[in-house]
């Protein structure tokens, strides 16, 4: 039988958030946001997003969704954000160079385990699996230019990533200051209360803040996971 969210105390609920996360942005509002919740029976929508970028997860994908095991275990709503479309950009964190841009094909052939993948771990009949190119097929190039100007340049380059790269010497694409734009907007569109990440995301987890108070929406919290490196003191990629 599954449990509902109304059989866990706030506290209960609080510390299993808190529990193995390194930041929590904001921890008075996650507070805020559960007791509000819990008062009309309700849990929480927790979106984390999966760029079908190579044909498999990989080990590192384990932390943040045993995290959302846990959360689902307490009667929360686990939105998994298959990105479709930003995978085509390619996320440019950690990156030292211009990803290869993936075709649409490309992208489907890669999208067709990933589901069965985390289904390894979550109850995916309790998931709510949104891609986003429901969104992004559907916006014309007027929402493009409106959602470009959300951010500026100067914020973008703030990014230890494109600093690191343009002490380098090597090149940024235009398309990657689209990405972190897109992974925020995912949250407008699926109205997310709780975002998770890797440590590494934080800058593209508080870009989907952001969005939502544009649009006058509460704004998510932030919730990231450690990462885990590979042999090669990287951290572990799909795309490497």
Avoid at 6 to 11: A, G, H, K, N, Q
Avoid at 63 to 85: F, S, W
Avoid at 90 to 115: H, M, Q
């Amino acid at each position: 039988m599954h449990t509902k969210v109304t059989d866990f105390s706030l506290e209960e609920h609080l510390a299993a958030f808190r529990r193995g996360c390194v930041d929590l942005v904001d921890e008075k509002e996650l507070a805020r946001l559960l007791e509000s919740k819990l008062a009309k029976g309700e849990g929480l929508r927790v979106k984390f997003g999966m760029d079908p970028s190579s044909a498999d997860l990989h080990i590192g994908h384990s932390i943040p969704l045993l995290k959302l095991r846990d959360l689902q275990q307490l009667g929360h709503t686990i939105v998994l954000i298959v990105g479709d479309a930003t995978a085509m950009v390619g996320d440019p964190t950690g990156r030292s160079k211009l990803r290869p841009v993936l075709t649409r094909a490309e992208v489907d052939e890669n999208l067709r385990t990933y589901v069965d993948q985390a289904g390894l771990i979550l109850d995916m009949d309790r998931v709510e699996v949104r891609r986003n190119s429901e969104w992004f097929d559907r916006m014309d190039f007027e929402g493009l230019l409106k959602l470009c100007t959300r951010m500026t340049v100067a914020q973008m380059i703030e990014r230890d990533t494109f600093q690191t790269r343009m002490e380098a010497g090597e090149p940024i694409g235009i398309n990657e200051f689209l990405y972190p734009l897109m992974q925020g907007w995912d949250s407008v569109e699926v109205r997310a209360d709780v975002e998770i990440g890797g440590t590494d995301q934080l800058f593209n987890l508080l870009v989907g803040r952001r969005l939502q108070l544009q649009e006058e929406q509460p704004n998510q919290v932030v919730l990231t996971t450690p990462l885990i490196n590979g042999l090669d003191g990287r951290k572990m990629s799909k795309s490497y």
